[in-house]
T-cell receptor, first 112, second 111 residues
Framework: AQSVTQLDSHVSVSEGTPVLLRCNYS??????LFWYVQHPNKGLQLLLK????ATLVKGINGFEAEFKKSETSFHLTKPSAHMSDAAEYFC??????????WGAGTKLIIKP | NAGVTQTPKFQVLKTGQSMTLQCAQD?????MYWYRQDPGMGLRLIYY???????DKGEVPNGYNVSRLNKREFSLRLESAAPSQTSVYFC??????????FGPGTRLTVL
């Protein structure tokens, strides 16, 4: 069965420093993977998606993620954090029934 | 285009009361979903509808029913609300196996 694990419940970085949000997945086949973002008291927005094309995926707002099959990882990165990046981020995998399986989320805190 | 709309935005119920959450999408998507979001647990799928006329249980269907009224609309009903159903509810739609688009959510409190 497909599953996804976000390794950190909270990540705190200073404004202008790099961001790394970690996600490991479990899948018996080549998965489709997504990162969604949820700003406080807002809905969910797609940041980026991997669907077996290029392993380095670029998303909105300067975020990108790299699919590494050997490590079963799909970590989200950004070179320089901005205050507006403070939000909760979800790693998601599609299962064999085309349902989305969600990670528990990582809260990103940006220090001024 | 409005995308995915949900009503109401907020609701407070007493234990045992019933209510229906409404969802509509204008993107001509075949698939629609209902999720609940609780702190520290990500989103959990309650029910989904892969296409008009079909509905299936997700991870946490107990205490809920759904109706896919037509291609645009997918409603979620709580027949007898319980405090454990206090949550934020999100509706989403997609083309099959593709990214999902979410509504703004309904914050439900059951006293």
């Amino acid at each position: 069965a497909q599953s996804v694990t976000q390794l950190d419940s909270h990540v705190s970085v200073s404004e202008g420093t790099p961001v790394l949000l970690r996600c490991n997945y479990s899948s018996s086949y080549s998965p489709s993977l997504f990162w969604y973002v949820q700003h406080p008291n807002k809905g969910l927005q797609l940041l980026l998606k991997y669907t077996s094309a290029a392993t380095l995926v670029k998303g909105i707002n300067g975020f990108e993620a790299e699919f590494k099959k050997s490590e079963t990882s799909f970590h989200l990165t950004k070179p320089s954090a901005h205050m507006s990046d403070a939000a909760e981020y979800f790693c998601v995998v599609i299962n064999s029934n085309y349902q989305l399986i969600w990670g528990a989320g990582t809260k990103l805190i940006i220090k001024p | 285009n409005a995308g995915v709309t949900q009503t109401p935005k907020f609701q407070v119920l007493k234990t045992g009361q019933s209510m229906t959450l409404q969802c509509a999408q204008d993107m001509n998507h075949n698939s629609m979903y209902w999720y609940r979001q609780d702190p520290g647990m990500g989103l959990r799928l309650i029910y989904y509808s892969a296409s008009e006329g079909t509905t299936d249980k997700g991870e946490v269907p107990n205490g809920y029913n759904v109706s896919r009224l037509n291609k645009r609309e997918f409603s979620l009903r709580l027949e007898s609300a319980a405090p454990s159903q206090t949550s934020v509810y999100f509706c989403a739609s997609s083309r099959l196996a593709n990214e999902q688009f979410f509504g703004p959510g309904t914050r439900l409190t059951v006293l």
